[in-house]
């Protein structure tokens, strides 16, 4: 579908929006995605993974039919998740893992579940539940080692839908603790300068700016007022609160 | 009467405006000349994010005085400044087209906007009550969720507003939470 045919969809959609007083459950309010360690999308969401495509922007949002085994849910503008081929770098963990979901829709849940090579590992049965505001479950990967792709599925209770998280582990034979402690392999990670720049410096993104820092932006001048590390969409001009105008 | 415009647009500065004072002085970064026209999708978007913001205010202040490292503990205070400063914002804009500051708890309202995006009063309490181990954890959780859905808000705004000021801010929410975002999921590795 072209941009601009997606676009009047979406202004067509709106329009209407105030006329439907019929309203459906609302799966596409119940998004999910394993956060840590980091699963596929949360790599790319992180930007250690590049040319993602769109899943940087709504890691929560592999939403499929239930009975998949991929790591996509098997939507083509999330392909990229599953392709093996790219360098996924990998968490190295114990032979207990903890993972931790986010949740940006609370979901009604039937059952979570871990899949390594086709089996089974681990059922968690929420009976239709809602979750909590954190997930967490423990699972043991059987006395597997080096390296291995689990994928994670939560089923949710009263849509046929679930939600599909691969996550890429480096299992050491060191047994039972539950370490996720990480080293990944392969990252290509934002760079974080961790030393204020000169003053007078160019403003730029991912830069821990101390209360006093200055920097110039457009060519004015700026004064730091409360300690961060800069964003694209912090951008000086526009947060009064954290740049003063010099 | 130059002196005054110019006070004037210092004023908006240090009073916190999200977007620069449009006429007066040649912004650097965006040039958004602010307009008075909107459609329902502005009103929509300034009505769920500012409820949206407060709680997210709510959200990161508990990290004030809770355990956690410096560097999620200087991020919360700088999304706490910033999004105060957004809230103004927004409302200011509500205000100056009639309009009230929330369109209210009915999740039918958002239907046609991509569901319900609040984070509930439960998860904050679930949040304020976690023990300190877990603490760090669940915060970057539940706050990533957050700004999750501020994203997808955005999106919906920067596709279909209309009105200059609300879309521009739209944009730098889509862009700061997406970094942000990224920045948490750093911190929980």
Known sequence: ?246 | MRRLAALVAGLLVLAGCGTPPAATTPPPASTVVESNEFNETDVMFLQMSVPHHRTGLEIVRLAEDRAVRAEVKTLAAAIEVTQLSEVDSMTKWLADWGKPESAGDNPQLHAGHGGDHSTSPEAVAELAATGSGEFEKAFLNLLIAHQHNAVAMAKLEKESGVNPQAKDLAARIFDSRTAQIAQMLGYLD
């Not at chain 1, 939600?163 to 039972?176: A, I, K, N, R, T």
């Open chain 1, 1 to 246: 579908m072209s941009l601009k045919r997606k676009l009047a969809a979406v202004l067509a959609g709106v329009g209407i929006a105030p006329f439907i007083v019929v309203v459906s459950a609302g799966t596409a309010s119940a998004h999910g995605y394993i956060s840590s360690p980091p699963s596929r999308q949360a790599m790319c969401a992180q930007g250690r993974v590049s040319n993602c495509g769109p899943i940087v922007y709504e890691p929560q949002s592999v939403e499929g039919p239930k009975g998949q085994s991929n790591c996509h849910a098997g939507l083509s503008q999330f392909a990229q998740l599953n392709d093996d081929s790219r360098p996924w770098p990998t968490t190295s963990v114990g032979n207990s893992v903890t993972f931790n979901w986010t949740l940006t829709a609370r979901h009604s849940t039937s059952t979570w579940q871990y899949f390594v090579g086709g089996s089974k590992i681990a059922e968690f049965n929420d009976g239709g539940r809602q979750p909590a505001a954190t997930v967490t479950h423990n699972v043991g990967l059987g006395g597997r080692t080096g390296r291995i792709k689990l994928l994670a599925v939560w089923n949710i209770a009263d849509t046929p839908m679930a939600f599909y998280s691969c996550v890429d582990l480096q299992v050491g034979s060191g047994g039972g603790t539950p370490t996720t402690t990480t080293t990944p392999t392969t990252t290509t990670r934002p760079t974080t300068t961790t030393t204020a720049p000169p003053v007078g410096g160019t403003w730029a993104p991912n830069t821990a700016y101390s209360v006093g820092s200055q920097v110039s932006y457009g060519g004015v001048n700026y004064r730091c007022i409360q300690a961060h590390t800069s964003l694209v969409g912090w951008e000086p001009p526009n947060t009064a609160s954290l740049w003063q105008r010099l």
